[in-house]
């Protein structure tokens, strides 16, 4: 696992684009996981400023994201298809028929869940993750106690989460009670991944994931199992390390 400590979050934001954007160039036509939540809003901004201005080309990219909330139709502005169009798609020359976002709305979501996992195959796996971290430890809906061999499935949010999810909603009725997430081991079967961390709030999850035991308490950790994984934080991120990862 390669460790990577910036300055702040516009430089880790930066460093991030880079890889995804050097990928993009070398293989037009690659599969990248995307995430939701204001760890990746940097990354998407940068990529959105490299499509218009240095024309990067998103034309054949296929994208696949972590996660949706069960129950909320693409429109509404809390949910995650709308995240993403809002924050990166419609900005960028991505074509609509390549977008994959989980359908919370789907009828019967244990079938939608298998047939996540087998396009994510057939398109080849996905070349490159990013992920956020929640302070907690946990990946993309992956709460501590999830079974690290998981696969796409239906979640029930944690009461924490619901809490921290309410203001968003007039309505506490309409507040998401589920799910549905790709699995740790989908995760892991990414070619390689992209772990983003920035502000003190997230200074325990970053210490467990780079330097604590491989845990389903901290569902991050596994990242340490991945042959191919690099963790970009900012200074706050990465104020409890205990390692010096200055060399790079
Ligand atoms: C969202 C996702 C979540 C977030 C995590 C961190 O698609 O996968 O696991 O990455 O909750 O959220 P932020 O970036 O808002 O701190």
């Known amino acids: 696992m390669l460790v990577v400590v910036k300055d702040n979050f516009e430089e880790v934001s930066i460093e991030a684009a880079k890889?995804?954007?050097?990928?993009?160039?070398?293989?037009?036509?690659?599969?990248?996981?995307?995430?939701?939540?204001?760890?990746?809003?940097?990354?998407?901004?940068?990529?959105?400023?490299?499509?218009?201005?240095?024309?990067?080309?998103?034309?054949?990219?296929?994208?696949?994201?972590?996660?949706?909330?069960?129950?909320?139709?693409?429109?509404?502005?809390?949910?995650?298809?709308?995240?993403?169009?809002?924050?990166?798609?419609?900005?960028?020359?991505?074509?609509?028929?390549?977008?994959?976002?989980?359908?919370?709305?789907?009828?019967?979501?244990?079938?939608?869940?298998?047939?996540?996992?087998?396009?994510?195959?057939?398109?080849g796996g996905i070349d490159l993750q990013i992920l956020g971290i929640g302070a907690n430890g946990h990946i993309a809906f992956n709460e501590p106690g999830s079974s690290l061999g998981s696969r796409t499935r239906i979640k029930t949010l944690s009461t924490q989460t619901c809490e921290d999810n309410a203001r968003f909603f007039e309505n506490k009725d309409e507040v998401p009670t589920y799910a549905i997430t790709m699995g740790v081991g989908t995760i892991m079967q990414a070619h390689e991944l992209l772990l983003l961390a920035s502000g003190a709030a997230k200074a325990d999850a970053i210490r467990a994931t780079v330097e604590g035991p491989v845990m389903a308490k901290y569902p991050a950790t596994i990242v340490q199992l991945h042959e191919f994984a690099t963790v970009v934080v900012d200074t706050d991120a990465a104020s409890k390390l205990e390692g010096d990862y200055s060399g790079f």
């Open 19 to 123: 890889l995804f954007a050097s990928l993009v160039r070398r293989k037009p036509d690659c599969v990248l996981g995307f995430a939701t939540g204001s760890t990746p809003l940097g990354m998407y901004k940068e990529l959105i400023r490299l499509h218009k201005e240095e024309g990067l080309d998103f034309s054949k990219v296929i994208t696949f994201n972590l996660d949706e909330y069960v129950g909320l139709p693409p429109s509404h502005e809390q949910s995650y298809h709308h995240f993403m169009w809002e924050n990166l798609f419609k900005h960028i020359n991505v074509d609509p028929r390549h977008v994959h976002v989980p359908m919370g709305m789907a009828e019967n979501i244990d079938e939608f869940c298998l047939w996540y996992e087998e396009k994510i195959e057939e398109c």
